[in-house]
């Protein structure tokens, strides 16, 4: 795994290669061989200098997730964590010079090791990138990254690597104060040997080991970092509703660390970290935001039997918002993209939206304008059916009406390859009855996107009653191949995403109907950790497409339909008071013309408040386990998978990862709990409330989704 080489001169060079893995991280076998290495190479009176680099396109891309899956106690914790630790500190007080010759990408604790050495010099290789990115999985930096990152370059600037996981070019890291070279890559292991060759023994004590340490830009108790530390924890408390502990921790770190020698900092964050990894918001995110959503994107449930579909051309019926979206990411995925619409203007117009995005990119300075070209020139805007010959998949996103989109299927069916397979991108229309008007329903499938598609990374793949595992399969290719990410979603309607986050806005404007003071309901919405309440949600995408999928469900079903709790306030918004939200400038929010917005004074008057209100928990419960609840359903009628269900929810609509979602949450609460909850729900509130027979089954038989 470390492979061990001296030369004549006295240099001992450790190169990373963890050939077992597909790419080199630290775990616990990594570890034990680097620590063996380090101290032969200490231990050994021959030994100059010592050169720490990787045989890999990768220095080292972090610490084994797989490691925390396991860990229960503080105990364990420690177990793990702290060896680590404890070999960089005795590499860096080990009296021999250490540099880190970074060839490639060093995350969390790769970039732990080279901030131990005493020395760091890095490929210039703008691709190349240096952080410290724990904090996204809900961790922190364990290897003494809360410690010697602020001892390098101050507490203010390192926060944003510690608490956002901000990552840096090797120019970057060099103008932070984080490497001390930029090289050429052939010079990267010549200019390691000199720097060793010349370090004289002060170079082995690093500053803060140093008699007269002045802590760059003051300590937690001197006037600048002290300011830093009034207002950070109240932005964080802010941003993260206290669900998120790791921010917290890391902070904390900083804060107690920094004021008291190494060592002793690095013991505090040992503790830190030990609270983190065996916390549920930790073990949450990296169930879903590392394991399921890699899962997901690696296809993991694709049959293999079917041979995969390689993508080069493609095309997308309809140049609206959603279509000119999907062309404009499939073409920067490098694929050749037919644009068509009714007429060329509208064609040309879709090709318009990507060129413009491109645009603001090149004067970003972020792209070269030659690719923005190239990525344009695969884009053909046309209304000749006749350019779908030699397309593998056809994508429709016409208006949402069933005469327009059988129309289109009808004429592209008669153009495309008989291989193809034609994905509809409806977001309310059934996949099995739109396939109805195909000639070949087996290869006709839902593509979900959401918008703005260029921001969005979920696509929920439908399998209509007719369509062929292979076309679900090829379905799945082109998802990843636009690197978008896939769940796999049984037709029904609205599918999952749409259907389980609708009882957000649902529940809220229920509750507003009953008088709960609207005030209350966006508070709780945003305690909850949603990323916007429901009522201001709802005034964004105005409640207006409510308003019309409540009509036409009650067209659909005549006298079956059951009224809806929610449906009065809708009516009474939208058909009375013409209040259809933002677009409109006004909704549930009033938007003042100076800027900004606040709650329409009005609601009081149309929805008298009750006398009595509830608690704020009694509100957060409703909005999220109506969302659970929901899930749950969607995986107790086979719509979705567990896994799936937990992805769709934190891509597709924000769900909090700190409960991995929507169905993670019934994990976290407890099955059990959940289900007596929602049972006292039931009886207060209604039906919807009700649990499926195998959410109770589960939960009485002391199981979860997620068994530990
Ligand atoms: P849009 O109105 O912006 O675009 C529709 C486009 O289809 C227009 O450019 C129109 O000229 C074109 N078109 C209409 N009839 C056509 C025909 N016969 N032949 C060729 N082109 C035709 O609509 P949109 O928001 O992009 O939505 C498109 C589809 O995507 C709808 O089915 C919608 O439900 C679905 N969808 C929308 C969203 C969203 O947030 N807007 C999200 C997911 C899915």
């Given amino acids: 795994m470390i492979d061990y080489k001296t030369d004549a001169e006295g240099i001992a060079t450790l190169t990373w290669n963890v050939a077992s893995r597909p790419m080199n991280v630290l775990n616990a076998e990594s570890m034990a061989a680097f620590d063996a290495a380090m101290r032969r190479a200490a231990g050994d009176p021959l030994v100059k200098g010592v050169i720490v680099t990787s045989a890999r396109p ?93 001892r390098m370059i101050g507490i203010k600037q390192a926060l944003p690597y510690l608490l956002e996981g901000r990552k840096a070019t090797p120019a970057a890291a060099l103008a932070a104060g984080i490497v001390d070279e930029v090289v050429r890559a052939d010079q990267l292991l010549d200019r390691a040997r000199a720097w060793l060759l010349a370090a004289g023994a002060e170079a082995t004590v690093k500053p803060w080991d140093a008699k007269g340490f002045r802590f760059p830009g003051g300590t937690p108790q001197t006037p600048g970092p002290t300011q830093l530390f009034f207002g950070a924890g109240g932005d964080l408390l802010a941003r993260t509703q206290g669900l998120y502990p790791a921010p917290e921790a890391i902070l904390a770190c900083v804060y107690d660390g920094c004021q008291v020698d190494l060592d002793t900092g690095l013991k505090i964050e040992q503790r830190q970290f030990a609270r983190l990894a065996t916390s549920p918001a930790t073990k949450n995110m990296i169930r879903t935001l590392f394991h399921a959503m890699g899962e997901a994107n690696r296809l993991a449930d694709r049959p293999k039997y079917i041979p995969p579909r390689a993508y080069q051309r493609i095309a997308v ?29 509208a064609a040309e117009k879709g090709k318009s939206y990507g060129a413009k995005l491109l645009d603001a990119q090149v004067a970003k300075g972020r792209m070269e304008a030659a690719k923005r070209d190239s990525i344009l020139a695969r884009v053909h805007p046309t209304t000749d059916y006749a350019q779908l010959t030699g397309c593998q998949i056809v994508i429709e996103a016409v208006f949402e009406d069933r005469a327009v989109k059988a129309e289109v299927t009808r004429k592209a069916e008669a153009a495309m390859d008989p291989e193809a397979i034609f994905a509809s991108n409806t977001s309310t229309l059934p996949i099995t009855g739109l396939a109805e008007t195909s000639s070949r329903a087996a290869q006709f499938v839902g593509l979900h996107f959401f918008s703005p598609v260029e921001k969005m990374p979920l696509v929920e793949v439908i399998r209509g009653r007719q369509t062929s595992e292979a076309s679900i399969a090829h379905a799945l290719d082109f998802v990843k191949r636009i690197r978008k990410t896939p769940i796999v979603v049984n037709d029904c309607p609205a599918f999952y995403a749409n259907r389980a986050f609708g009882m957000y806005p649902y529940e809220a404007m229920t509750m507003l109907g009953e008088g709960v003071d609207p005030a ?34 009650r067209e659909d079903q005549g006298s079956a339909y059951r009224e809806q709790p929610q449906d009065h306030v809708l009516i009474t918004m939208v058909e009375k008071l013409g209040r259809l939200g933002r677009k409109v400038g006004q909704g549930f929010y ?13 609601l009081a008057e149309v929805f008298p408040r009750a006398v009595e209100q509830p608690d704020v928990e009694q509100v957060r419960q409703r909005l999220m386990y109506s969302q659970s609840l929901e899930a749950a359903r969607c995986v107790a009628e086979g719509i979705v998978s567990p896994r799936d269900a937990d992805v769709g929810s934190l891509l ?18 407890g099955p059990d709990a959940f289900v007596d909850a929602c049972d006292a729900l039931a009886r207060r509130h209604g039906a919807r409330f009700e649990v499926p027979a195998t959410l109770r089954d589960l939960a009485r038989a002391g199981g979860r989704y997620y068994p530990a």
């Fill in 652 to 669: 597709g609509w924000g769900f909090p990862a700190a409960l991995g979602g929507a169905l993670g949450l019934i994990d976290t609460v």
């Fill in 58 to 150: 990768e220095f080292v891309a972090g610490g084994d997730l797989d490691l925390i899956r396991d860990i229960r106690t503080a105990e364990e914790s420690f177990a793990a964590s702290g060896p680590v630790s404890a070999t960089l500190r005795l590499l860096e007080t080990s009296g021999k010079p250490f540099v880190a010759a970074i060839n490639g990408t060093a995350l969390g604790g790769g970039l732990e090791i080279c901030l131990a050495c005493h020395h760091r010099i890095v490929v210039d290789d703008p691709t190349i990138q240096l952080g410290l990115p724990e904090v996204t999985l809900g961790l922190l930096p364990a290897a003494g990254g809360t410690q010697r990152l602020p």
């Fill in 590 to 602: 009033e938007y003042p013309a100076e800027g900004g917005k606040r709650l329409w004074t009005g």
């Fill in 317 to 345: 019926l309809g140049a609206g918002m959603m279509g000119a979206g999907i062309a404009y990411v499939s073409a920067q995925a490098g694929l050749d993209v037919v644009l068509l619409d009714a007429n060329q203007g």
């Fill in 520 to 553: 209350l309901i966006e508070n709780a919405g945003r305690m909850a950790g949603m990323p916007m309440p429901p009522l201001a949600l709802i005034d964004e995408f105005s409640a207006e497409l409510l308003y019309k999928a409540m009509k036409q469900a």
